[in-house]
């Protein structure tokens, strides 16, 4: 075969779909965040961060450097090794402490990043309960997605936040089989949010454990920054909270939030845990400090949502089309693979606006869109530059318009 010959195929499908991901070469700039420098060739460019899920600034925060700082100048660099060996270092255990107190559960257990605190999570939960039948949302995450598949339980499929339909898939199940509801709060693309509590009702109802993401929600609702069941008041109803330390708190890092049994049954049992080297404690020292700050203060989730109230305002008034949601996420529809990338390519070359496309597979073909996360270091004047650029383009690309 030829092996060469097949990568450079594929390659060339994605660019003649207009599907080919080019990485931005930036370094944001540390206390002056949304700015960034990007480097193209030997020449740089000033630009302006539009689509960073570094949803609050926390990544810039003095605090969350200076504990950074801090922990390198006590323990170096890196962690060791895995938990289990020579991994564990006391911020790791001030961190889950901090994260067990964010979601009022007994216990937490971090991992490496989000996506395998799911998939880990999910594998071994759904390998080990004997007969486990798993409910998955039709638009959850592809980690949870790997997660579900490796575990090799019975999965189910039900409409995205269809309470009807989850009530009659779970209705259909033996009573007596373990069963798992996985879900979303904030789905990253579209900005919508589930209905936690009656997800909780049903799940109550037919005897079966809630598995919850709040990737996209913790640091950013509720009134210390737990997500959207610590804003609606129903984190004890939820069996296992999964969030990230990569989004609102500005570093890396995944987690699991529940009861001190199931945390040492996925520690003593996921592989996914087991293997892994652990976090830097310098990592899991920033993290403990961008949670403490944003237990105690709305500034920043204030400022925030402003900021996307007049982004939205400001879209509607020139009638460019936004998926409307209650959440902080700005969807731009574009809804045309390659002019979708045409757009992000000018906005960066011209402009200085960095937003990248997102296209197929992430969201379905015809739905392309620009994800646009305000954050609240943008000022009137990078809105209003936003604004006129996308005004422009989108009249360059003849495209439609919202009507008001």
């Avoid at 759904?126 to 592809?142: Q, R």
């Avoid at 400022?303 to 959440?327: M, T, W």
């Avoid at 997102?358 to 943008?378: C, D, F, M, S």
Wanted: charged residues 25%.
């Amino acid at each position: 075969m030829d092996y060469e010959g097949f990568f450079e195929a594929q390659i060339a499908a994605l660019h003649d779909e207009g599907r080919y991901r080019v990485f931005a070469d930036l370094e944001r700039h540390a206390g002056n965040f949304p700015k960034a420098t990007r480097y193209v060739d030997d020449d740089t460019q000033e630009v302006t961060v539009w689509c960073s899920n570094d949803y609050l600034g926390m990544g810039q925060s003095d605090r969350v450097r200076k504990a950074m700082h801090d922990a390198i100048d006590k323990c170096g660099a890196g962690a060791g090794g895995t938990r289990n060996i020579s991994g564990t270092n006391h911020y790791h255990v001030l961190l889950e402490k901090e994260l067990a107190d964010l979601h009022d559960k007994p216990a937490a257990l971090i991992f490496t990043s989000g996506y395998v605190s799911n998939w880990a999570s999910l594998q071994v939960l759904g390998s080990m309960l004997p007969g486990c039948v798993i409910l998955s949302d039709e638009l959850n995450h592809a980690s949870m997605i790997e997660g579900i598949r490796h575990s090799r339980a019975d999965k189910v499929l039900w409409k995205h936040n269809d309470m009807a339909d989850l009530e009659a898939k779970l209705k259909a199940i033996d009573p007596a089989r373990p069963k798992m509801i996985v879900f979303e709060s904030v789905y990253s693309m579209d900005g919508d949010i589930a209905p936690i509590g009656a997800i909780c009702d049903l799940a109550d109802k037919y005897g079966a454990m809630t598995y919850l993401d709040e990737v996209h929600a913790v640091g950013m609702y509720g009134p210390k920054g737990g997500g959207i069941a610590d804003r609606d008041g129903v984190m004890e109803r939820v069996t296992v909270i999964e969030g990230t330390l990569a989004k609102a708190f500005g570093v890396m890092g995944g987690y699991i939030a529940a009861s001190q049994s199931l945390c040492d049954f996925v520690r003593s049992y996921s592989s996914g845990f087991i293997f892994t080297t652990a976090l830097p404690p310098a990592v899991a020292a920033g993290a403990t400090a961008a949670i403490q700050h944003l237990k105690q203060s709305d500034a920043e989730r204030n400022k925030q949502k402003e900021r996307v109230a007049k982004v939205r305002a400001a879209f509607d008034a020139i009638g460019i089309p936004h998926l409307s949601n209650p959440s902080h996420i700005i969807p731009v529809m574009v809804g045309d693979p390659v002019k979708c990338k045409w757009i992000s390519d000018v906005l960066l070359d011209n402009y200085g606006v960095y937003i990248q496309p997102i296209n197929y597979p992430t969201v379905p073909r015809g739905t392309e869109r620009l994800r646009i996360t305000p954050g609240p270091l943008h000022t009137d004047q990078d809105i209003d530059h936003l604004v006129r650029a996308l005004n422009d383009l989108w009249s360059q690309c003849a495209l439609a318009r919202k009507v008001a």
